[in-house]
């Protein structure tokens, strides 16, 4: 099974047992000076075991002062040490071991503390970055190539060179960001001269059997007189003159909207830079990998059967489930935790650093704590009750039945998912909706599921039962306005699962997440949509890259738009705002959001029988399901 994706592939003296890659994605896991931690090994190493040929070392600072903190870096000598004891765990378990070299430009300013280096001058704010010096361009090409000693003393197998995301190589590459008028810009062959240097630097301190990769941007998305795939390729023919093995094909820069395909949420679709990579494969003939959400081994057998790239990157694939290798090889695909590019833990949680110490995953709240959290056997098997099957219920069921409680679960209608299956019904997203299903059917092969039962005071009064776990979810918040009687209006559940379909002219009243689905299900069904939004922004719950991909969509659809817009009454006529705009619409959609069920009846009779119980996700306030799942999680863990 998946013959394609498990044949080895042989790379100078580097010899893979498959074609599954992970990539180097940020987990911020790192000491504030870059050290490894306990942690990052203990991440890569889980995904070694589970059967992934390559883990690439993440975005690895080469040079002291533009190195932010909390990333990899590999800049000095003291830091080899670390680096060592990744290279064994990940060899220890099976894998091979890459590092990517990265100078990241703009990228660092994270860090207040770290040194910004720009290819041209730059106006950041209220300030202008002054462009990188020639003296400074000769510091850094040293930096690469001392880095580079370091990784091959580490233990490292290859070399990943990050010529991609405006970071400060592709900056030089590119003509979208290099203004420069001296050898370093101008013409083609001139923004060619720093990545080609560097790459130079690089091959003089590995050894000749030790495979170099480079990632880089299939084209410039996005940006004025960016990199055409043509320039690219052009490129590419001459890094592989320069001593290049493999090409790591991406997309995005992190200065324009593209930079969602940096990191592509679940709005783009799967597979969507393959053919991109097929072309710069054949017109290169060089190894190439391919990128952008291959999150099923299904696709990745049907991209590499196809004879397209060499290699896949299954990157989230394998932050949802450090297994997904192994699980595929041994046929087991129906067991795999599936990513669906909600981009909430890996991207979103990246960028939070104010409340997120590293990444997460939605699906996978283990990612950073794969050392720590224990779920062997509780000591005592427990018979424990999980009232509501949405996905927090469902992950308490899964994590207790590890652990060897015996799990009851109830839920009240006749299909587990709740409202992780709601947000699968918008248009673009039944990815969410197989997961709800996934994770259903996973449930119920382990643990006793009745459904159609809801669980009430009296029915767990009498329950033979040593805990309880509350997870009964939340219901659309409905509001009275004037006028009520003279206009029709419906939710944005009802909307979503198309149980009424209103025509025409139709104002979706809150423009958070669920509002603007709504809006993209009523477009796409011909509907004329204003989205009316009391706050001044729309779409303010949204993740910063899955925001650009949907308000990309609203404004191809052509909705409409409108914040601080407080609605005051209806009328046969449409929607009044509270300063007297009058909106025209034959139909009024709500999607102000969700309130808790009230779990407080079946609280009091756990407190009355001295039962303990944990009220989780939604049952406890409406939240993403981030944060849902995490709760399940961690009350199953600990109980």
């Known amino acids: 099974m998946f013959e394609h994706v498990f044949a080895p592939i042989r790379i100078r003296d580097m010899e893979l047992k498959n074609r599954i890659i992970l990539p180097a994605m940020g987990t911020r896991m790192a000491e504030e000076n870059g050290a490894v931690t306990d942690k990052l090994i203990a991440y890569h190493a889980a995904r070694a075991k589970g059967g992934c040929a390559l883990n690439i070392v993440e975005v690895a600072a080469v040079h002291t002062p533009s190195a932010p903190a909390h990333f990899v870096s590999i800049s000095e ?106 050898e370093y810009g101008g013409s083609f062959e001139n923004c060619c001269r720093f990545p080609l240097e560097v790459i130079d630097e690089l091959r003089r301190n590995m050894p000749e059997g030790m495979p170099l990769f480079i990632r880089i941007d299939a084209q410039d998305d996005m940006l004025e007189n960016g990199l055409t795939i043509e320039e690219v390729i052009r490129f590419c023919k001459s890094a592989k003159e320069h001593g290049v093995d493999v090409l790591d094909v991406s997309r995005g820069n992190i200065i324009t909207a593209a930079s969602m395909y940096e990191v592509p949420p679940i709005d783009v679709p799967n597979g969507f830079n393959i053919e991109n990579a097929a072309r710069i494969r054949k017109e290169t003939g060089m190894l190439t990998v391919g990128v952008g959400r291959i999150n099923t081994a299904e696709l990745a057998e049907e991209i590499l059967s196809q004879d397209k790239v060499d290699m896949v990157v299954l990157g989230r694939a394998q932050l949802a489930d450090p297994e997904f290798a192994n699980k595929a090889r041994a046929g087991k695909v129906d067991e795999i935790v599936h990513c669906v590019g909600c981009n909430q833990g ?21 990612i950073g704590h794969e050392a720590e959290y224990d779920l062997n056997k509780a000591e005592a098997s427990k018979k424990v009750w999980v009232i509501g099957g949405g996905v927090a219920g469902m992950e308490a069921a899964k994590i207790l039945h590890e652990r060897g409680h015996e799990v009851t679960l109830f839920e009240a209608t006749n299909q587990l998912g709740g409202e992780f299956l709601f947000a699968g019904e918008a248009p673009g997203k039944a990815e969410m909706k197989s997961a709800a299903m996934e994770m259903a059917a996973q449930v119920e092969k382990l643990v006793t599921v009745h459904k159609n039962t809801k669980v009430d005071a009296q029915m767990l009064e009498q329950a033979d039962v040593d805990a309880v776990i509350l997870a009964i979810g939340s219901s659309p918040i409905t509001i009275n306005l004037e006028g009520m009687d003279k206009l029709w209006h419906v939710s944005a559940p009802e909307v979503l699962r198309h149980e009424v379909c209103p025509k025409g002219k139709v104002a979706v009243i809150g423009g958070g997440l669920v509002g603007l689905e709504t809006a993209d299900t009523l477009a796409t069904d011909g509907c004329e949509v204003t989205v009316l939004e009391m706050k001044d922004s729309i779409g303010s719950d949204l993740g910063s890259l899955r925001k650009i991909a949907v308000m990309m969509k609203m404004q191809q659809l052509q909705v409409k738009l409108l914040p601080n817009s407080k609605v005051c009454k209806f009328t046969e006529e449409g929607i009044v705002l509270e300063d007297g705009t009058q909106i025209p619409c034959e139909c009024a959609v709500f999607a102000v959001g969700f309130l808790a069920n009230d779990s407080h009846p079946l609280a009091e009779v756990c407190e009355k029988r001295k039962l303990p119980y944990y009220v989780i996700g939604d049952a406890k306030s409406a939240r993403r399901a981030l944060d849902a799942i995490a709760e399940g999680f961690e009350v199953a863990r600990t109980l």
């Open 346 to 366: 890996c991207y979103d949680g990246f960028c939070d650093v104010a409340n997120r110490p590293h990444i997460t995953c939605m699906r996978n709240p283990m």
């Open 77 to 182: 000598d003291h830091l080899i040490e670390g680096h060592k004891k990744l290279t064994d765990a990940i060899h220890e378990n099976g894998g091979k071991a890459g590092i990517q070299l990265w100078q990241g430009s703009i990228a660092v300013s994270m860090d207040p503390k770290a040194q910004v280096l720009v290819v041209s001058d730059m106006n950041f704010g209220p300030y202008t970055i002054k462009a990188i010096t020639k003296e400074q361009i000769q510091e850094v090409i040293a930096c690469y190539g001392k880095a580079a000693a370091r990784a091959v003393e580490a233990g490292y197998d290859c070399l990943e060179f990050h010529l991609a995301h405006n970071y400060l190589p592709h900056s030089f590459l590119s003509a979208g960001f290099n203004h420069r008028e001296d």
